[in-house]
């Protein structure tokens, strides 16, 4: 009994020992480490945006450590994702009526709406193609078999596409022609691929492929301005708000501009 009773003591005066000197802190280490894991955003962006966006994560992702997934597609197709319920950190619509809306629902958070850049569209052929297209007008003729456009019904670029086609009185003549992409860069996948003559594409996807491509007059369709916002109910939102900041800042700016995009504060290039 007195060996037992020396033994416990001396256990006692260990176990006190340790937890005095912090050996004993498990859970202190445990939420450690897992404040330590990598904050990764979602962002679901319009698909004009890839080449541009593509950059610019990278660039942040590098700069900040902050890990940065896309998913680009159709800006209506993404809105209507986002009020499913989607987990979405930051999206940047391709049109501000879209942001607006999810707005008017209470689906982003008060004060996070931005205007970033305003878009333009091109007239996009293969580079060895024997079509020599220099006006939106050219469509009609009937060496053209085949051209594409991103479908109107959810696609920001596609509306504006089917407002130059209806300001110029060709719409409905070219409809036997017409092919629709559930994004703009589908749409430029048509082209590229030989399966269309012509798509009509967002500028920062033709500036930097390997076609031929010409700006379409901006008088012929609303202009093209494109919107971001942070959605509510994000577990990032200081992350998002930063990522937004970096788009409009002095790095993000840059290469913005590098994809054709006209940025708040600027001018159009006629």
């Known amino acids: 009994m007195r060996l037992s009773h020396l033994v416990s003591r001396c256990f006692l005066q260990v176990y006190l020992c340790a937890i005095l000197s912090g050996l004993f802190v498990p859970c ?5 480490n897992n404040s330590e894991q990598p904050i990764s955003l979602t962002i679901s962006a319009a698909a004009d945006l890839t080449l541009a966006f593509q950059e610019l994560g990278s660039l942040f992702e590098k700069e900040t450590g902050i890990k940065v997934t896309f998913n680009f597609g159709s800006t209506g197709q993404l809105a209507q994702q986002i009020e499913q319920g989607a987990p979405v950190d930051l999206f940047a619509a ?4 879209f942001v607006d809306e999810l707005e008017k629902q209470g689906l982003i958070l008060s004060g996070t709406k931005a205007l970033y850049a305003r878009g333009r569209i091109t007239l996009w052929t293969r580079a060895d193609s024997p079509l020599h297209i220099d006006r939106i007008e050219d469509l009609a003729q009937p060496e053209v078999k085949q051209f594409a456009i991103a ?4 696609a920001p670029y596609g509306i504006a596409a089917r407002e130059a086609l209806q ?13 629709l992409g559930e994004n703009i860069r589908q749409t430029l996948l048509y082209a590229e691929t030989g399966n269309v003559d012509v798509a009509i594409v967002a ?4 500036v930097q492929g390997q076609g031929r491509w010409v700006l379409i007059p901006q008088e012929l369709h609303r202009p093209i301005d494109q919107a971001l916002a942070v959605i509510k109910g994000t ?5 998002a708000r930063r990522f937004a900041t970096f788009i409009n800042g002095p790095e993000g700016r840059p290469i913005m501009r ?5 940025l708040p504060g600027e001018e159009a290039v006629k």
């Open 94 to 97: 391709a049109n501000v009526d």
């Open 203 to 206: 500028l920062s996807l033709s």
């Open 151 to 154: 479908n109107p019904e959810h």
């Open 28 to 32: 202190q280490g445990s939420a450690q």
């Open 258 to 262: 590098k994809y054709g995009f006209i």
């Open 235 to 239: 577990q990032h939102e200081q992350e």
């Open 167 to 179: 300001s110029i009185g060709i719409w409905e003549k070219v409809q036997p022609k017409l092919v």
